[in-house]
């Protein structure tokens, strides 16, 4: 059985395939199909957004275990900012450095208690275009007031996790895996598809 993952963020997929890769699927994502799909996020919610791009491929793909994700950042001193925009707040298609960069400017004097934020991550799962089931995993953290480490992807140099005392780009994979949003929901989706395969 086939797994595909709606996503064609390299970053992305290499993170979820970690965390599957105990299951007795195939894991793809979009670029392994060789087919170019470019599916507007255009909802207002993580959710609807994560359905979205699922239903498209699983239309396509009936046989196949479709898993759509979107996930994002919100920043309570800017609520809800930059949410269901987090890829593409600096602008169409810029890098993750501008996205970080252009927030950090924002919060400039902003106090360190007042830079709270959340990551969430809803997940989806469909087979022939049907919803079966969705998770969400979130972890609130705060925007530093600088960029730190050079793992990870994303939002992940600033979003600094007091407990650890490092950002999330500070942290090994092994470990954000288990703590982060993503993290969360695809563990969830993991524990339920053990008992679905």
Same mark, same amino acid.
């Given at each position: 059985?086939?797994?595909?993952?709606?996503?064609?963020?390299?970053?992305?997929?290499?993170?979820?395939?970690?965390?599957?890769?105990?299951?007795?699927?195939?894991?793809?994502?979009?670029?392994?199909?060789?087919?170019?799909?470019?599916?507007?996020?255009?909802? =207002?919610?993580?959710?609807?957004?994560?359905?979205?791009?699922?239903?498209?491929?699983?239309?396509?793909?009936?046989?196949?275990?479709?898993?759509?994700?979107?996930?994002?950042?919100?920043?309570?001193?800017?609520?809800?900012?930059?949410?269901?925009?987090?890829?593409?707040? *600096?602008?169409?298609?810029?890098?993750?450095?501008?996205?970080?960069?252009?927030?950090?400017?924002?919060?400039?004097?902003? =106090?360190?208690?007042?830079?709270?934020?959340?990551?969430?991550?809803?997940?989806?799962?469909?087979?022939?275009?049907?919803?079966?089931?969705?998770?969400?995993?979130?972890?609130?953290?705060?925007?530093?007031?600088?960029?730190?480490?050079?793992?990870?992807?994303?939002?992940?140099?600033?979003?600094?996790?007091?407990?650890?005392?490092?950002?999330?780009?500070?942290?090994?994979?092994?470990?954000?895996?288990?703590?982060?949003?993503?993290?969360? *929901?695809?563990?969830?989706?993991?524990?339920?598809?053990?008992?679905?395969?």
């Amino acid at each position: 059985m086939r797994l595909i993952v709606a996503t064609n963020n390299k970053d992305k997929f290499k993170e979820i395939k970690k965390i599957l890769s105990s299951l007795k699927l195939e894991i793809l994502y979009l670029k392994d199909l060789n087919r170019n799909f470019n599916i507007r996020e255009d909802k =207002k919610t993580f959710f609807e957004n994560a359905f979205k791009k699922a239903k498209v491929i699983s239309k396509i793909y009936k046989d196949d275990l479709v898993v759509g994700e979107d996930s994002g950042l919100i920043v309570d001193y800017i609520y809800p900012r930059p949410g269901v925009y987090s890829k593409r707040y *600096a602008g169409k298609n810029v890098t993750y450095l501008e996205n970080n960069l252009k927030l950090l400017k924002e919060l400039e004097g902003v =106090k360190f208690k007042d830079r709270s934020a959340k990551f969430i991550c809803s997940v989806v799962l469909l087979k022939n275009a049907k919803l079966i089931k969705s998770f969400e995993g979130s972890v609130r953290g705060f925007i530093s007031e600088k960029i730190m480490g050079n793992n990870g992807f994303g939002y992940d140099p600033i979003f600094y996790l007091p407990k650890f005392k490092k950002t999330f780009a500070e942290l090994p994979l092994s470990l954000k895996n288990k703590i982060s949003h993503r993290g969360k *929901a695809f563990n969830l989706l993991k524990k339920y598809l053990k008992k679905y395969i």
